[in-house]
């Protein structure tokens, strides 16, 4: 699955272990855990994939935000995800 960021600062907060331990206060832990996130919808084929897993503890979201989904991080944020089917 290709991953798509806002912009190149979050992609490289995604990509760069030293920039990620930074964004969280030198906790290796959660930097850690980002990348095993990264990694696992890299090696995804669909969103569906990720989302089954009860490890990550991914919601879908409804209303306005449907077709979204979130996942609570160990710091009490909450990061989103978007399925983007280039096929339409």
């Not at 490289?12 to 919808?41: E, H, P």
């Not at 009860?54 to 306005?64: A, D, E, I, S, V």
């Not at 979204?68 to 978007?82: D, V």
């Amino acid at each position: 699955m290709q991953l798509l960021y806002n912009n190149s600062k979050v992609q490289k907060q995604c990509t760069d272990l030293k920039t990620a331990k930074k964004l969280f206060g030198g906790n290796a832990a959660l930097a850690t855990s980002l990348f095993a996130r990264i990694n696992a919808m890299q090696q995804a084929n669909v969103i569906k994939d990720i989302v089954m897993m009860p490890t990550f503890h991914f919601r879908k979201l409804n209303g306005n935000m449907d077709g979204f989904f979130c996942y609570r991080r160990k710091n009490e944020e909450r990061s989103m995800a978007y399925y983007y089917s280039a096929i339409r």
